[in-house]
């Protein structure tokens, strides 16, 4: 099995075998790597060498029925670039993604986020600003929501927030 602790990259064929058989044999909805960075042993700017990454992991998405949530960076200058421009690396990455969801962190004191959309199936999301906020529930466990804000003062939005809360484990 593939374990937290091991290195893992997709290009290693006895760890890339050891994950299929992990994923066969817990059958996750979900696939979250974090990041391409840790897991990737080529050079992420050769498409030549970003396509044995990229094609294990569509063989293990297709195969095991499984979404793959890839954590991965963008330029430094991304100014005037969609997010799909923005990626770091070859553009082969960017074209093998169904969406993208860019994080921006704007304010620290007040942990707002700007998320962006972008992907090769439209329609696509409109941006959006949220803010993160933890609390607890009726039972008393820790949560955390995401509200998303509108162009409106701080007491409209905490009324007509939306939210999508999970409990902290």
């Given at each position: 099995r593939v374990d937290s602790v091991t290195p893992?990259?997709?290009?290693d064929d006895d760890q890339y075998t050891k994950l299929v058989e992990t994923v066969a044999a817990f059958r996750p909805k979900?696939?979250?790597?974090?990041?391409?960075a840790r897991t990737n042993a080529a050079d992420e700017s050769s498409a030549?060498?970003?396509a044995v990454l990229l094609n294990r992991m569509a063989d293990l998405a297709l195969r095991l029925d499984v979404a793959i949530l890839l954590i991965h960076h963008?330029?430094?200058e991304t100014k005037g670039?969609?997010?799909l421009q923005s990626l770091r690396g070859s553009g082969a990455i960017g074209?093998?993604?169904?969406?993208?969801?860019?994080v921006e962190k704007k304010a620290k004191e007040r942990e707002t986020n700007t998320l962006e959309f972008d992907g090769n199936l439209h329609p696509l999301a409109d941006p959006m600003r949220i803010t993160l906020v933890d609390g607890t529930n009726?039972?008393?466990?820790a949560t955390r929501a995401f509200r998303q804000e509108a162009d409106k003062k701080q007491e409209e939005v905490e009324e007509e927030a939306v939210s999508i809360t999970s409990e902290l484990a």
């Open positions: 893992f990259t997709w290009q979900l696939l979250v790597v974090d990041s391409l030549k060498e970003m963008f330029t430094k670039k969609t997010l074209a093998v993604m169904r969406h993208l969801i860019g009726a039972q008393g466990m």
